[in-house]
Nanobody
Framework: EVQLVESGGGSVQAGGSLRLSCTAS????????MAWFRQAPGSDCELVAT?????????YTAGSVKGRFAVSEDNAKNIVYLQMNNLKPEDSALYYC???????????????????WGQGTQVTVSS
């Protein structure tokens, strides 16, 4: 069974850091496109970062988090990470990892643009 499990969320003050983990099982992790999404109450599902399925495993981060967040992986452990630095209150959201799809028009997380989503991990940033 294809599964993703997020962990590492929590509460932190503005300016602090967290590292989220997404542990994958049931599929070929190193040949799979991975994505991080987040959704805050009253907001749309937002693509945060991606890790490509190509040999380069190139990364992408959204403009709202660029320079503060970074995606990386530990292929041996089937884990993709989202390092979040200089957190802001507007970063507060439920964070999801996803695989087997491609970003589309979905306004909620999770949505059918990706076949497999984790359960989500909450990040709360206080001012």
């Amino acid at each position: 069974e294809v599964q993703l499990v997020e962990s590492g969320g929590g509460s932190v003050q503005a300016g602090g850091s967290l590292r989220l983990s997404c542990t994958a099982s049931g599929f070929t992790f190193d040949d799979s496109y991975m994505a991080w999404f987040r959704q805050a109450p009253g907001s749309d599902c937002e693509l945060v970062a991606t890790l490509s399925s190509g040999s380069s495993r190139s990364t992408y981060t959204a403009g709202s988090v660029k320079g503060r967040f970074a995606v990386s992986e530990d292929n041996a452990k089937n884990i993709v990470y989202l390092q979040m630095n200089n957190l802001k209150p507007e970063d507060s959201a439920l964070y999801y990892c996803a695989t087997d799809g491609f970003p589309g028009l979905g306004s909620r997380c999770p949505n059918p643009t990706f076949k497999t989503w984790g359960q989500g991990t909450q990040v709360t940033v206080s001012s």
